[in-house]
Structures are given as C-alpha cells and as structure tokens.
C-alpha cells in the first residue's frame, strides 16, 4: 500500500501563485509515474499533469499549460505541482496519484494510489 499525502494548498488571488507538494509513504512509488488530478465541486476529475519516473515525460492538461509546472525529487519520495497565474477557474481539490505505470499520462484510471486532497480557492 501506498500513502500519499498533500499539502500546500489554500486561498490565493487571481494571478497569484501557489506550490502543491505530494509526499509517498513507501519508495515504491519512485518508479512509477505520477499525476496530479483536480475536481470542482459538480464536475469530473480532471487531468492536471503527470510526470514519468525519471523526471522526464511530463505531461500537462490544456487548461493548465504554460503555467502550471510539475517535478519531482525521488531521493525524497516528493513530487511538486507549481502553479502560477492562477485563475478562479482553477478552484479545486488537487490529488496527487501514483501511476500503474512508469510513465503516468492523462486517464485517472491508469492509477492506483490517490491522496486525500488539498483544497485550492482562487479568488477573483
């Protein structure tokens, strides 16, 4: 089993920043991909960003590209999602999850761990 925890989210300004961070319980999860997933209350889970085992492949929804950035530091079982120009629209519960692959990729169905969430609130 694999724990993974979330932190860093919050209250933020439209156009502000914010640094999500996901911790692993096991070193297990440094050799697989790994993905962060939103949902807004009323809506899908939504495909945020991934990143491949080695730190490579990352991955990006549209609606978050070019500010959004995701990294990972496997000495410390800790992957980052660091996000910049938020908008209100980008209001959600953030997951951070562990690929059944090494690669992670889009379909929230290809992982098998999930954290609990961190809330995100951008106002305008």
């Known amino acids: 089993q694999v724990q993974l925890i979330e932190s860093g989210g919050g209250l933020v300004q439209a156009g502000g920043s914010l640094r999500l961070s996901c911790t692993s319980s096991r070193r297990t999860s440094s050799n697989n991909g790994m993905g962060w997933f939103r949902q807004a209350p009323g809506k899908e889970r939504e495909f945020v960003a991934s990143?491949?085992?080695?730190?490579?492949?990352?991955l990006y929804g549209e609606s978050v590209q070019g500010r959004f950035s995701i990294s990972r530091d496997r000495t410390k079982n800790m992957v980052y999602l660091q996000m910049n120009s938020l908008q209100p629209e980008d209001t959600a519960v953030y997951f951070c999850?562990?690929?059944?692959?090494?690669?992670?990729?889009?379909?929230?169905?290809?992982?098998?761990?999930w954290g609990q969430g961190t809330q995100v609130t951008v106002s305008a």
């Open positions: 990143i491949g085992w080695s730190g490579g492949n990352a």
């Open positions: 999850a562990a690929s059944r692959s090494a690669i992670g990729g889009s379909d929230k169905n290809g992982y098998n761990y």
